[in-house]
C-alpha cells in the first residue's frame, strides 16, 4: 500500500513516504520532503521495514543534514529591505532603497562604498526590487563571463560557439558538443574561483566530454585549485542563495 507511513528507528520517530513500483529492489531518497521509499509490489511491509532499520545510521545522518541545511538557509534568508546584504563576487553588496526621480527604474553601483542604489518609483512592490536586482546581476555576470571565458579557452586551446546564462537549480553550467557554453548568473554571487572554476570545467569538457582522469587532468592544467572551488561550491548550493 502507498501513502505515508511511520517506523521508529533508535530513539527516533521517522516519517516516509512509501511508494509501490514495478522494480526489483527497495530504493531509499532523502530530499526536503524526508524519506521516500520505493519497493516492488510483492515485497511484504515488515521486509520493507528490515531494509528501512538496516540503513538505520545512514537514514539519521541524512535526514539530520537536511535539517541543518533547511535551518542554515532560513538563518541566511534575505530580507529585501533597505540596508540588506546581497552576496556578491564573494563579498557583499549592501542595497540601499532609494525614490525615483522619473517613472525609469534605475539602479546605481558604488563600488568605492560597496552599495547597490536601487531606485524605485513610490509604492513599488518588493517583486519590483528583487526583478531589479536580478536584472542586473544578470548583466553583471554576462559582462565578466564574456571576460573569462575567452582566457581560458586560449588557455585550453579550445573554441566554443556561443556562451549563454541560464538559471539551473542543479548546474552551474553544461557544455555541449556543438560548443555552446551555459553558465548559471547565480555564480555572480560567488567569488572569482569559483567562477573561473567552472568556466575551465565547462571549455575543458570541449576536449575531453567526459569526467574521466584525463578531463581532471585537463581542468588541474589551466585551474591548479580546482578541489577547493568545487568544495565551496558544494557547500553553498543555489538553495542556499537569496530567492528572486
Request: one cysteine or more; hydrophobic letters at 45%.
Amino acid at each position: 500500500m502507498n501513502g505515508q507511513r511511520q517506523l521508529q528507528l533508535g530513539s527516533q520517530r521517522v516519517d516516509y513516504t512509501l511508494q509501490r513500483s514495478a522494480r526489483r529492489t527497495i530504493g531509499f531518497v532523502i530530499s526536503d520532503s524526508g524519506l521516500k521509499v520505493t519497493a516492488p509490489r510483492w515485497v511484504l511491509l515488515r521486509d520493507i521495514e528490515l531494509a528501512i532499520r538496516s540503513k538505520e545510521a545512514w537514514i539519521i545522518a541524512k535526514l539530520q543534514q537536511r535539517q541543518e541545511r533547511s535551518a542554515q538557509r532560513t538563518r541566511q534568508q534575505m530580507e529585501w529591505r533597505d540596508g540588506a546584504r546581497l552576496p556578491y563576487l564573494g563579498g557583499a553588496l549592501t542595497l540601499r532603497l532609494r525614490p525615483a526621480s522619473t517613472p525609469e527604474v534605475a539602479v546605481h553601483h558604488d563600488a568605492s562604498t560597496g552599495e547597490l542604489a536601487v531606485h524605485l518609483p513610490d509604492g513599488a512592490e518588493e517583486q519590483a526590487l528583487k526583478a531589479t536586482v536580478k536584472a542586473w546581476l544578470q548583466r553583471q555576470a554576462h559582462a565578466l563571463f564574456a571576460q573569462r571565458l575567452p582566457l581560458y579557452a586560449m588557455r585550453l586551446g579550445v573554441q566554443y560557439c556561443a556562451f549563454k546564462l541560464t538559471s539551473a537549480r542543479t548546474q552551474w553550467g553544461s557544455c555541449t558538443a556543438a560548443g555552446i557554453i551555459r553558465l548559471n548568473w547565480r555564480l555572480v554571487h560567488f567569488g572569482q574561483a569559483q567562477i573561473d572554476y567552472v568556466i575551465a570545467h565547462e571549455l575543458a569538457h570541449l576536449r575531453e566530454m567526459n569526467h574521466s582522469p584525463r578531463f581532471w587532468a585537463l581542468v588541474e592544467s589551466v585551474f591548479p585549485d580546482h578541489a577547493a572551488a568545487r568544495k565551496v561550491l558544494r557547500e553553498r548550493g543555489p538553495e542556499m542563495l537569496p530567492v528572486f
